[in-house]
């Protein structure tokens, strides 16, 4: 059942997303984000990070998730390539996530994200899966 698809919206893009469980989501939601980024067949899993995430409920956490990640890259000059959901609950999640340092030479990058936002966010369960809507500001 994991899947993602992009939601065209004004000036901005989005990604609706599904999992069988909880972690899927995430992982799926975070997979989704970065198909716009970069072209994952330039970059290899090469490095193992952990990042742990905190917020005050889940529909922060999934913003907070994806933002750390959008950090990863801009910030910390690391480019994620998959992506481990070890742990989630309503407002912590702990992950494991692969990737390598960024190398402008190789990396084939595509878009400028720059942040998950609020706007027309949404979570939910039904039929023993799960489903997000985030929207991006490029």
Do not use: C, Q
């Amino acid at each position: 059942m994991r899947s993602f698809e992009v939601i065209n919206h004004t000036a901005d893009v989005g990604i609706l997303a599904h999992g069988s469980t909880l972690p899927e989501l995430f992982e799926t939601m975070a997979e989704g984000l970065f198909s716009f980024i970069v072209d994952a067949g330039s970059v290899e899993s090469r490095v193992r990070l952990e990042r742990r995430v905190e917020a005050d409920d889940l529909e922060e956490l999934l913003v907070a998730w994806l933002n750390s990640l959008i950090t990863m890259l801009s910030a910390e000059s690391f480019v994620p390539k998959t992506f481990v959901v070890d742990e989630v609950s309503e407002n912590r999640l702990r992950a494991t996530v692969h990737g390598e340092p960024v190398d402008p030479v190789r990396h084939r990058f595509r878009l400028d994200v720059k942040a998950a936002t609020y706007h027309m966010l949404e979570i939910s369960e039904s039929g023993g899966g799960w489903s997000a809507r985030v929207i991006f500001d490029v």
